[in-house]
């Protein structure tokens, strides 16, 4: 079994900052593209920033020069740096992992954490 545990959420006003993480523990034999996705009330799901293990990134164009994903491959952990937040970045954000278990090693599976909430609000 794979767990993605978010933490760092918050209220937070417009103009400040937040640092989301993410764990991934259990049977765990490797990482690959792992992220952050995003979902407001009555919107749909969006991707937010992606990281490959070795470090490429992407972003979507809302968060690009703002947001900034790292990942630090030997604690299986990955970062999400929000600056400038914008009350229409309030959502839930859900880390998200492309992983390969101990049993399985020759396939990938997509993990999701649990989310939490980002609230910016003055």
């Known amino acids: 079994q794979v767990h993605l545990v978010e933490s760092g959420g918050g209220l937070v006003q417009p103009g400040g900052s937040l640092r989301l993480s993410c764990a991934a523990s259990?049977?765990?034999?490797?990482?690959?593209?792992m992220g952050w996705s995003r979902q407001a009330p009555g919107n749909q799901r969006e991707l937010v920033a992606t990281?490959?293990?070795?470090?490429?990134?992407n972003y979507a164009d809302s968060v690009k020069g703002r947001f900034t994903i790292s990942r630090d491959n030997a604690k299986n952990t990955v970062y999400l740096q929000m600056n400038s937040l914008k009350p229409e970045d309030t959502g839930v954000y859900y880390c998200?992992?492309?992983?390969?278990?101990?049993?399985?090693?020759?396939?990938?599976?997509?993990?999701w954490g649990q989310g939490t909430q980002v609230t910016v609000s003055s």
């Open positions: 998200t992992g492309a992983i390969t278990t101990l049993l399985q090693r020759g396939y990938i599976n997509d993990y």
């Open positions: 259990g049977t765990i034999f490797s990482t690959y593209t």
């Open positions: 990281i490959t293990r070795d470090g490429r990134t």
